[in-house]
């Protein structure tokens, strides 16, 4: 079974800055079966984007994903004050496995 | 607009089962490109994907192999939803429990019900 890591557990940011967190899993994803979540707290996850790098419904321009093989990442271009949240990447090649989540905070 | 409404008990007691349950409004449980899921979520645990069903010309069910040898997930055509059962319980099984919506094999949960607090204590 695949394992995801994430980094940083927390990751303490001004509005208007840049966000960049890092999912590493433990097998190569071969065809990019990667997604990532937002969970705001008491709300249920939200996908923001699959396929590593598609961005999701009603998902904001300045989220964008990015990565292949073990390493992925989600990008936030300007943090916006609804963006302060945890995010979840999100493996589904052949398991379904969730990393730990990185918690991105007001600085 | 589809929508999926969980409904089942909050509190269970040790060694018994656990039985939620997963309406689908706007979908149907039969869909040939869809799966539907179940995922729980503790803070000792994080979030945990339990099990799925989907229908490609025949039924197909899967579990995740941390619970295996308790789980039961069934489609429910005539009601046009589908079921968890977790056997067994312990309070290791305290948990947000949720069912979601896979629309295809490339998209992830895309839909999520609104989640069910299951607590499991005598």
């Known amino acids: 079974e695949i394992v995801l890591t994430q980094s940083p557990g927390t990751l303490s940011l001004s509005p208007g800055a840049r966000a960049t967190l890092s999912c590493r899993a433990s097998q190569t994803l071969t065809y990019g079966d990667l997604a990532w979540f937002q969970q705001k707290p008491g709300q249920v996850p939200r996908l923001l984007i699959y396929?590593?790098?598609k961005r999701a419904t009603g998902t904001p321009d300045r989220f964008s994903g990015s990565g292949s093989g073990t390493d992925f990442t989600l990008t936030i271009s300007r943090l916006e004050p609804e963006d302060f949240a945890v995010y979840y990447c999100q493996s589904y090649d052949d398991s379904r496995t969730f990393g730990q989540g990185t918690k991105v905070e007001i600085k | 607009q589809v929508q999926l409404q969980q409904s089942g008990p909050g509190l269970v007691k040790p060694s018994q089962t656990l039985s939620l349950t997963c309406a689908i409004s706007g979908d149907s449980v039969s869909s040939n490109s869809v799966a539907w899921n179940w995922i729980r979520q503790s803070p000792s645990r994080g979030l945990e994907w339990l099990g799925r069903?989907?229908?490609?010309?025949?039924?197909?069910?899967e579990y995740g192999l941390s619970v295996k040898s308790r789980i039961t997930v069934n489609p429910d055509t005539s009601k046009n939803h589908f079921s968890l059962q977790l056997n067994s319980v312990t309070p290791e099984d305290t948990a947000v429990y949720y069912c979601?919506?896979?629309?295809?094999?490339?998209?992830?949960?895309?839909?999520w019900g609104q989640g069910t607090m299951v607590t499991v204590s005598s």
């Open positions: 979601a919506r896979e629309p295809n094999y490339w998209q992830s949960f895309d839909l």
């Open positions: 069903t989907y229908y490609r010309s025949k039924w197909y069910i």
């Open positions: 396929g590593a790098s």
